[in-house]
Protein backbone atom coordinates (compact mmCIF):
# COMPACT_ATOMS: atom_id res chain seq x y z
CA UNK A 1 0.00 0.00 0.00
CA UNK A 2 1.36 3.50 -0.84
CA UNK A 3 0.17 6.77 -0.08
CA UNK A 4 -3.08 7.57 2.18
CA UNK A 5 -5.71 4.97 2.78
CA UNK A 6 -9.26 5.27 4.09
CA UNK A 7 -11.46 2.53 5.24
CA UNK A 8 -14.04 1.70 4.64
CA UNK A 9 -14.67 3.04 1.34
CA UNK A 10 -18.65 3.98 1.51
CA UNK A 11 -20.76 3.89 5.19
CA UNK A 12 -24.23 4.07 5.44
CA UNK A 13 -25.45 4.12 9.05
CA UNK A 14 -27.98 4.69 11.36
CA UNK A 15 -28.76 8.28 13.66
CA UNK A 16 -28.31 5.23 16.64
CA UNK A 17 -25.65 3.66 15.50
CA UNK A 18 -21.61 3.83 16.48
CA UNK A 19 -18.93 3.08 13.87
CA UNK A 20 -15.42 4.13 13.03
CA UNK A 21 -13.65 5.63 10.01
CA UNK A 22 -9.90 4.86 9.32
CA UNK A 23 -6.85 6.15 7.70
CA UNK A 24 -3.41 5.11 7.00
CA UNK A 25 -0.61 6.85 5.72
CA UNK A 26 2.33 5.33 4.28
CA UNK A 27 4.53 8.36 3.81
CA UNK A 28 6.01 8.84 6.83
CA UNK A 29 4.63 11.81 7.69
CA UNK A 30 4.44 13.64 11.09
CA UNK A 31 0.95 15.53 10.95
CA UNK A 32 -2.73 14.11 9.86
CA UNK A 33 -6.22 15.64 9.07
CA UNK A 34 -9.79 15.39 8.68
CA UNK A 35 -11.86 16.59 6.71
CA UNK A 36 -15.44 17.12 5.63
CA UNK A 37 -16.52 17.36 2.04
CA UNK A 38 -20.30 17.87 1.36
CA UNK A 39 -22.20 19.17 -1.80
CA UNK A 40 -22.60 22.91 -1.34
CA UNK A 41 -19.80 23.78 1.26
CA UNK A 42 -16.10 24.19 0.95
CA UNK A 43 -13.76 21.24 2.23
CA UNK A 44 -13.95 21.72 5.96
CA UNK A 45 -10.92 21.40 8.42
CA UNK A 46 -12.64 19.07 11.45
CA UNK A 47 -9.39 17.98 13.03
CA UNK A 48 -5.12 17.93 12.96
CA UNK A 49 -2.98 16.17 14.65
CA UNK A 50 0.79 17.01 14.71
CA UNK A 51 2.77 14.10 16.26
CA UNK A 52 -0.10 12.30 17.53
CA UNK A 53 -1.37 15.51 19.53
CA UNK A 54 -4.46 17.13 18.63
CA UNK A 55 -3.36 20.62 17.56
CA UNK A 56 -6.70 21.60 15.62
CA UNK A 57 -10.41 21.04 16.12
CA UNK A 58 -12.94 23.65 14.17
CA UNK A 59 -15.58 23.30 16.36
CA UNK A 60 -17.07 19.82 15.54
CA UNK A 61 -19.84 18.19 17.39
CA UNK A 62 -18.86 15.87 20.52
CA UNK A 63 -20.83 13.40 18.29
CA UNK A 64 -17.16 13.29 16.05
CA UNK A 65 -14.28 12.14 18.24
CA UNK A 66 -10.85 11.61 16.66
CA UNK A 67 -8.57 9.31 17.76
CA UNK A 68 -4.53 9.08 16.48
CA UNK A 69 -2.88 6.73 18.16
CA UNK A 70 0.60 6.94 16.17
CA UNK A 71 1.92 8.70 13.66
CA UNK A 72 0.53 6.61 10.65
CA UNK A 73 -3.20 5.59 11.98
CA UNK A 74 -5.98 7.85 12.13
CA UNK A 75 -9.32 7.30 13.37
CA UNK A 76 -12.83 9.14 13.35
CA UNK A 77 -15.39 7.62 15.73
CA UNK A 78 -19.21 8.17 15.15
CA UNK A 79 -21.96 8.05 16.83
CA UNK A 80 -25.55 9.62 17.37
CA UNK A 81 -25.11 11.35 13.98
CA UNK A 82 -27.65 12.91 12.15
CA UNK A 83 -28.71 13.08 8.49
CA UNK A 84 -26.91 16.18 7.81
CA UNK A 85 -23.71 14.63 8.57
CA UNK A 86 -23.65 12.76 5.37
CA UNK A 87 -20.75 13.65 3.57
CA UNK A 88 -17.63 12.53 1.95
CA UNK A 89 -15.06 12.24 4.89
CA UNK A 90 -11.32 12.51 3.57
CA UNK A 91 -7.96 12.11 5.59
CA UNK A 92 -4.86 13.89 4.64
CA UNK A 93 -1.42 13.91 5.78
CA UNK A 94 0.99 16.82 5.53
CA UNK A 95 5.08 16.45 6.55
CA UNK A 96 4.76 19.21 9.28
CA UNK A 97 1.70 20.85 10.70
CA UNK A 98 2.14 24.47 10.02
CA UNK A 99 5.38 24.47 7.39
CA UNK A 100 5.01 26.99 4.86
CA UNK A 101 3.89 25.67 1.36
CA UNK A 102 2.81 22.58 3.07
CA UNK A 103 1.55 19.95 0.40
CA UNK A 104 -1.14 17.66 2.02
CA UNK A 105 -1.72 14.00 0.64
CA UNK A 106 -5.59 13.15 0.62
CA UNK A 107 -6.70 9.44 0.86
CA UNK A 108 -9.77 8.40 -1.66
CA UNK A 109 -12.84 9.38 1.34
CA UNK A 110 -15.20 7.53 3.02
CA UNK A 111 -18.74 8.69 1.99
CA UNK A 112 -20.98 8.31 4.48
CA UNK A 113 -24.92 8.43 4.41
CA UNK A 114 -26.61 8.94 7.96
CA UNK A 115 -30.58 7.83 7.63
CA UNK B 1 -14.14 32.18 8.07
CA UNK B 2 -12.06 33.53 5.34
CA UNK B 3 -13.53 32.63 2.13
CA UNK B 4 -12.23 31.18 -1.20
CA UNK B 5 -14.80 32.14 -3.99
CA UNK B 6 -14.67 29.97 -7.02
CA UNK B 7 -16.20 30.93 -10.74
CA UNK B 8 -17.81 29.48 -12.26
CA UNK B 9 -19.01 26.90 -10.42
CA UNK B 10 -19.99 24.47 -13.13
CA UNK B 11 -18.08 24.25 -16.73
CA UNK B 12 -19.34 21.95 -19.79
CA UNK B 13 -17.21 21.97 -22.50
CA UNK B 14 -15.91 20.10 -25.62
CA UNK B 15 -12.46 18.40 -25.95
CA UNK B 16 -9.90 21.03 -27.62
CA UNK B 17 -11.63 24.47 -25.95
CA UNK B 18 -10.06 26.72 -23.57
CA UNK B 19 -11.07 27.64 -19.98
CA UNK B 20 -10.34 29.77 -17.11
CA UNK B 21 -11.53 29.17 -12.97
CA UNK B 22 -11.12 32.04 -11.38
CA UNK B 23 -10.43 31.78 -6.98
CA UNK B 24 -10.97 35.54 -5.58
CA UNK B 25 -10.61 36.36 -1.47
CA UNK B 26 -10.40 39.61 -0.11
CA UNK B 27 -7.83 38.31 2.06
CA UNK B 28 -3.56 38.32 1.58
CA UNK B 29 -2.44 34.89 1.27
CA UNK B 30 1.19 33.57 1.61
CA UNK B 31 0.82 30.99 -1.18
CA UNK B 32 -1.96 29.33 -3.10
CA UNK B 33 -2.42 25.94 -4.10
CA UNK B 34 -4.61 24.30 -6.81
CA UNK B 35 -5.92 20.92 -6.50
CA UNK B 36 -7.86 18.88 -8.56
CA UNK B 37 -10.10 16.11 -7.39
CA UNK B 38 -11.43 12.77 -9.81
CA UNK B 39 -14.58 11.26 -9.17
CA UNK B 40 -13.63 8.68 -6.06
CA UNK B 41 -10.78 10.18 -5.24
CA UNK B 42 -9.39 12.70 -2.81
CA UNK B 43 -7.76 16.03 -4.36
CA UNK B 44 -4.25 15.98 -5.28
CA UNK B 45 -1.85 18.82 -5.64
CA UNK B 46 -1.31 20.34 -9.32
CA UNK B 47 0.80 23.26 -8.21
CA UNK B 48 1.29 25.83 -5.20
CA UNK B 49 2.24 29.54 -6.21
CA UNK B 50 3.77 32.19 -3.98
CA UNK B 51 5.04 35.30 -5.43
CA UNK B 52 2.25 37.83 -6.31
CA UNK B 53 1.87 38.01 -10.00
CA UNK B 54 3.90 34.35 -10.33
CA UNK B 55 2.51 32.49 -13.15
CA UNK B 56 3.55 28.61 -13.56
CA UNK B 57 2.92 26.29 -16.09
CA UNK B 58 2.31 22.95 -16.03
CA UNK B 59 1.50 21.73 -19.61
CA UNK B 60 -1.31 22.56 -21.16
CA UNK B 61 -2.29 24.18 -17.66
CA UNK B 62 -1.31 27.68 -16.24
CA UNK B 63 -1.55 29.21 -12.98
CA UNK B 64 -1.10 32.80 -12.27
CA UNK B 65 -1.54 34.15 -8.51
CA UNK B 66 -2.62 38.16 -8.61
CA UNK B 67 -0.28 40.66 -7.64
CA UNK B 68 -1.82 41.53 -4.28
CA UNK B 69 -1.89 37.65 -3.02
CA UNK B 70 -5.73 37.83 -2.92
CA UNK B 71 -6.72 36.13 -6.32
CA UNK B 72 -5.51 33.65 -8.80
CA UNK B 73 -6.53 31.94 -12.36
CA UNK B 74 -6.08 28.33 -14.10
CA UNK B 75 -6.31 28.22 -17.75
CA UNK B 76 -6.33 25.44 -19.50
CA UNK B 77 -5.41 25.32 -23.16
CA UNK B 78 -7.24 22.27 -25.47
CA UNK B 79 -8.85 20.75 -23.01
CA UNK B 80 -9.33 16.78 -23.08
CA UNK B 81 -11.75 14.96 -21.46
CA UNK B 82 -8.84 13.49 -18.72
CA UNK B 83 -9.16 17.21 -17.41
CA UNK B 84 -12.33 16.49 -15.91
CA UNK B 85 -12.81 16.52 -12.48
CA UNK B 86 -13.45 19.41 -9.55
CA UNK B 87 -10.69 21.74 -9.55
CA UNK B 88 -9.75 23.44 -5.74
CA UNK B 89 -7.65 26.49 -5.14
CA UNK B 90 -6.66 26.52 -1.08
CA UNK B 91 -4.90 29.63 0.20
CA UNK B 92 -2.33 29.42 2.94
CA UNK B 93 -2.99 32.04 5.66
CA UNK B 94 -0.15 33.05 7.38
CA UNK B 95 -1.22 32.86 10.85
CA UNK B 96 1.49 31.88 13.05
CA UNK B 97 1.11 28.91 11.88
CA UNK B 98 0.22 27.90 8.10
CA UNK B 99 -3.71 27.33 7.69
CA UNK B 100 -4.96 26.07 4.54
CA UNK B 101 -8.32 27.63 3.31
CA UNK B 102 -10.27 25.77 0.96
CA UNK B 103 -12.59 27.21 -2.40
CA UNK B 104 -15.24 26.24 -3.32
CA UNK B 105 -14.84 24.47 -6.38
CA UNK B 106 -15.48 24.68 -9.89
CA UNK B 107 -16.76 21.10 -11.45
CA UNK B 108 -15.30 20.98 -14.59
CA UNK B 109 -16.75 18.11 -18.08
CA UNK B 110 -14.71 17.90 -21.20
CA UNK B 111 -16.58 16.33 -24.03
CA UNK B 112 -14.93 14.43 -26.45
Known amino acids: ETGVTQTPRHLVMGMTNKKSLKCEQH?????MYWYKQSAKKPLELMFV???????ENNSVPSRFSPECPNSSHLFLHLHTLQPEDSALYLC??????????????FGPGTRLTVL | TQLLEQSPQFLSIQEGENLTVYCNSS?????LQWYRQEPGEGPVLLVT?????EVKKLKRLTFQFGDARKDSSLHITAAQPGDTGLYLC????????????FGTGTRLLVSP
Open chain 1, 92 to 105: ASSQEWGRLYNEQF
Open chain 1, 27 to 31: LGHNA
Open chain 1, 49 to 55: YSLEERV
Open chain 2, 27 to 31: SVFSS
Open chain 2, 49 to 53: VVTGG
Open chain 2, 90 to 101: AGVMNTGFQKLV
